[in-house]
């Protein structure tokens, strides 16, 4: 049966993301929030300076960087694992030397043409998500005749573009990039499927936080933050599908679901909250 996944708590030092912009922008206020989480049971805190939400244009490097490095040195220093959620390699090689372990990348490198061998260079792992164009215009891009065997195929060669660059196997992530370039209905489709992107052989990073394919579950109006429940228990199905680890904004609820979840079967366990800790002696 498959293990619980790892849960990476969202972090977003902006002003704009769709769900908690501003309300972490300031280093205090987003140390504070990492702590709360990673009290809560998140393994990992993910900490992205750039929105991705639909629409959304660029930053520039510098500014993504002054709103995150004081961020990820504080919670690197406290023994914090941490992700940076990041398309700018000198962002990815500015966090390493920091000493983040992975390096989130919603382009899987596309993005930024330095990334890759940026990366390579570098001893953290990398998430390649799938990706079809940056965020202004990724709506446009939602067309498929198969969505899951399209998904598939393009992650596969993706994979191995990353592979041949020099990104060892076994440090790549593999995200299905739910939300991005997809309708609803290809979102839905896909996380039904995810099994069918085992055969890819990387380990499986699903992110269903808060996004807008969550909407019609809930009563009309309801904003972001009340998508939190349907969220865990879209992460519980990505789970069941062998998910290495979900990617949220409100650890509790999923903590709570995926224990539940693990508590259904014979062959799973529960970890109690203590196991569950991401702290670990700073390096």
């Known amino acids: 049966m498959p293990e619980i996944p790892l849960i990476m708590g969202v972090l977003n030092v902006t002003p704009d993301s769709f769900s908690d912009g501003g309300d972490f922008a300031r280093t205090e206020s987003a140390v504070a929030h990492a702590a709360r989480m990673v009290a809560e049971g998140a393994d990992i805190i993910d900490v992205g300076g750039e929105t991705t939400k639909p629409g959304a244009g660029r930053v520039p ?11 990820i040195r504080e ?86 573009e990353l592979i041949v660059t020099g990104i060892a196997p076994e440090r790549i992530i593999v995200d299905p990039g739910l939300g991005f370039a997809k309708r609803a209905e290809h979102t839905w489709d896909v996380l039904v499927h995810l099994r069918e992107l085992a055969p890819l052989g ?17 009563e009309e109006g309801a904003g972001p933050k009340q998508r939190d429940r349907a969220t865990a228990v879209t992460s519980a199905l990505a789970a069941e599908a062998g998910a290495w680890a979900v990617r949220v904004h409100d650890v509790t609820s999923t903590r709570v679901m995926l224990d539940a979840w693990a508590s259904s079967g014979d062959d799973r366990a529960p970890l109690p909250h203590r196991a569950r800790s991401s702290y670990r002696e700073p390096r």
């Open 202 to 218: 990387s380990r499986l990073l699903v992110g269903t936080s808060r996004k807008r394919f969550l909407s019609p579950l809930l």
């Open 61 to 71: 490097v510098e500014e993504e960087q002054r709103r995150i490095m004081p961020v």
């Open 75 to 160: 919670l690197v220093g406290r023994g914090i694992r941490v992700s940076v959620d990041t398309m700018n390699a000198s962002t990815a090689a500015a966090a390493a030397e920091l000493g983040i372990e992975i390096v989130n990348d919603v382009s899987g490198g596309q993005a930024d043409p330095l990334m890759a061998r940026t990366v390579a260079d570098l001893d953290v792992d990398f998430v390649a998500m799938h990706w079809r164009g940056p965020s202004s215009g990724m709506d446009g891009q939602a067309r498929y005749d198969d969505v899951v065997g399209e998904v598939r195929g393009e992650l596969t060669q993706r994979l191995a």
